[in-house]
């Protein structure tokens, strides 16, 4: 069913029949994310489930030094906290918002019920954490051998395939998540400026040119994206 409003829709949600939607909406209600709102902390017990409809938030690992580094990103694409459908155990992330919107919210207790309920959302809550683990590995290897410019790039093209327009965050919020020197997002976002390829104002970039974004990126991106079409596909 296409959930799409002006408020935005998810792409999880857009697969299950009508039916199963009406029971699903009953038991969520609609909330804000606003940016920089943390959902849950490392080592914290989960309790709600958020299906972002334009709000976008990040899943950031924490060392015990202090360093930390985001190992994927939930947009219309998925949900947040789905971590408790496996398991009782403590959160192993901080889930960060980095672009304010609304989300479908559920209790612990009720998307439960839902998921033991309704064959369709286990069976897609189940593949979205499949699609989610992949992408959480292929973070890991990314950070661990390729260039930081493709990185910045696939980051990019993920979060504004989840939002449209521009990309409200500064090169130090990006260097954050990417867990990386902020001079060093300052040399790549210049260099690409230079090149056509985005526009950068004050805390704002904006994509000019998504092919040859897209060629400066990994295969990372694609294996990322790829992975979440198949799921769709997997479940019409």
């Known amino acids: 069913m296409n959930v799409s409003t002006n408020l935005g829709t998810n792409a999880i949600l857009d697969s299950l029949p009508e039916s199963d939607f009406g029971t699903f909406k009953n038991n969520c209600k609609l909330v804000k994310l606003e940016y920089a709102q943390v959902l849950y902390e490392t080592a914290e017990s989960i309790q709600h489930i958020h299906f972002p409809l334009d709000s976008i938030v990040s899943l950031i690992y924490e060392t015990i030094e202090g360093k930390s580094a985001e190992i994927a990103s939930i947009g219309n694409n ?26 479908y919210q559920f209790r612990k207790a009720d998307i439960l019920h839902v998921f033991n309920k309704l064959n369709t959302v286990h069976y897609q809550l189940k593949n979205y954490i499949q699609t989610l683990t ?10 661990r051998f390729h260039k930081i410019e493709q990185q910045f790039c696939k980051f990019l093209l993920l979060y504004s395939d989840r939002v449209s327009g521009r990309i409200p965050l500064t090169q130090e919020t990006i260097a954050h998540l990417l867990g990386v020197r902020r001079e060093s997002i300052t040399d790549i976002a210049s260099k690409l400026q230079k090149a056509n390829i985005l526009d950068y104002t004050r805390g704002q970039i904006e994509i000019l040119d998504r092919i040859a974004l897209e060629n400066r990126s990994c295969e990372c991106y694609h294996v990322t994206k790829a992975a979440a079409h198949s799921q769709y596909l997997i479940a019409a």
């Open 78 to 103: 998925g949900a947040v906290g789905c971590d408790i459908l496996l398991s009782e155990s403590p959160s192993r992330f901080r889930a960060l918002t980095i672009h304010s919107g609304w989300a």
């Open 134 to 143: 992949t992408e959480i590995s292929l973070n890991g290897v990314c950070s």
